[in-house]
């Protein structure tokens, strides 16, 4: 299996299209389609989260363990995390990391 194929096994949204097809339907999964494409993309292109300090920030924040067992892989959690932080965050360490996992659970594995 090459590791494109096992990259896309690893996404929810995002399955190698070209175009979104969230787009207009659904803002949150159009959202997370792209933040996928974004960390599939990056590793086609030998980018690791190490790279961009993804990993680190997120391990940083005590976010190694969380979910672990899920099956989504830690460098995607990462990815994941540094969008949130992003977006949403800089509201304190404890407050930055609670609400990124309500936001994991809620919006990206629709718990």
Not at 26 to 38: C, G, I, R, V
Request: hydrophobic residues 30%; aromatic residues 16%; contains cysteine.
């Amino acid at each position: 299996m090459s590791a494109n194929n096992t990259l896309l096994k690893s996404c929810r949204y995002y399955k190698g299209e070209s175009s979104n097809p969230y787009e207009g339907k659904d803002h949150n999964k159009a959202m997370l389609w792209s933040y996928e494409q974004m960390w599939v993309r990056d590793a086609e292109r030998g980018l690791s989260p190490a790279d961009s300090g993804t990993l680190e920030d997120y391990e940083a924040y005590g976010l190694k363990s969380f979910n672990a067992d899920d099956g989504v892989p830690i460098s995607l959690k990462a990815f994941l995390f540094n969008r949130f932080m992003h977006w949403q965050g800089g509201n304190g360490m404890e407050a930055d990391r609670e609400g990124f996992k309500r936001f994991y659970r809620r919006f990206y594995m629709g718990k």
